[in-house]
C-alpha cells in the first residue's frame, strides 16, 4: 500500500509515517511506480508497528534518581545516600540531562551565548564579535575587507580571534 493508505491504516499523517520509516519504527520496501520508485508498505510490517506500538513502554529506573536522594553535600556522602555507584551514575545523568535542556529551550532555538562564554571561543564569528565590541556587524565587515581588523573567510563567514578584535578595539576607541 501508498503512504497515504498506510497514513490511513494506522490512523496518523502521511508526515508523521515519513517520520517513523525514517527513524526506522516502520519497515518500507521501494517499488517500481510509473515515474520512478516509490515507496511501499505491507500490512505486516505496519501491524508489527501497531503491535510494538500498544506495548507499554518500559522505563529505564537507573536514569532516574527519587528526589529524596539529590545530595547537597560531598561526593562521598551522595554516594553513602544512593547506595551504589550506578545511583550516582544515574543523578550525574540526570543533571546533564537538565543542563542539555537549559542550553536548548523547549522552541528548539538556541539562546544566544553569554558575553562569558563569547570570550571563551578560540574564534569568533562576525556576529558574535559584533555583540562582544558593541560595534555594528557593518562596521566590522567593512574592516574585515579594508584589513583594519584581522580575521579569516571560512566558508561564507568570517573568523575573528579574539585578541585581534581586542587590538581592533583599542585602536578604534583611541
Do not use: C
Amino acid at each position: 500500500m501508498n503512504k497515504q493508505e498506510a497514513a490511513e491504516y494506522l490512523n496518523i499523517s502521511v508526515r508523521t509515517l515519513q517520520r517513523l520509516t525514517a527513524d526506522g519504527a516502520i519497515i518500507a520496501g521501494m517499488v517500481k511506480g510509473k515515474t520512478g520508485l516509490v515507496t511501499d508498505y505491507t500490512k505486516d510490517d505496519l501491524d508489527a508497528y501497531k503491535k510494538r506500538a500498544a506495548e507499554p513502554q518500559q522505563r529505564d529506573d537507573t536514569r532516574y534518581v527519587k528526589p529524596h536522594v539529590i545530595p547537597s553535600d560531598a561526593p562521598s556522602q551522595a554516594l553513602q545516600r544512593v547506595g551504589s555507584v550506578e545511583g550516582v551514575k544515574a543523578f550525574a545523568l540526570m543533571i546533564a540531562d537538565a543542563l542539555r535542556g537549559a542550553q536548548t529551550p523547549a522552541d528548539g532555538h538556541r539562546a544566544e551565548p553569554s558575553i562569558t562564554e563569547l570570550n571563551a571561543k578560540f574564534l569568533l564569528t562576525l556576529k558574535d564579535a559584533a555583540r562582544l565590541s558593541s560595534l555594528s556587524t557593518g562596521h566590522l565587515a567593512n574592516a574585515l575587507t579594508t584589513g583594519q581588523l584581522k580575521g579569516k573567510k571560512i566558508g561564507k563567514g568570517w573568523k575573528i580571534a579574539p585578541d585581534a578584535l581586542k587590538t581592533y578595539v583599542g585602536k578604534v576607541l583611541k
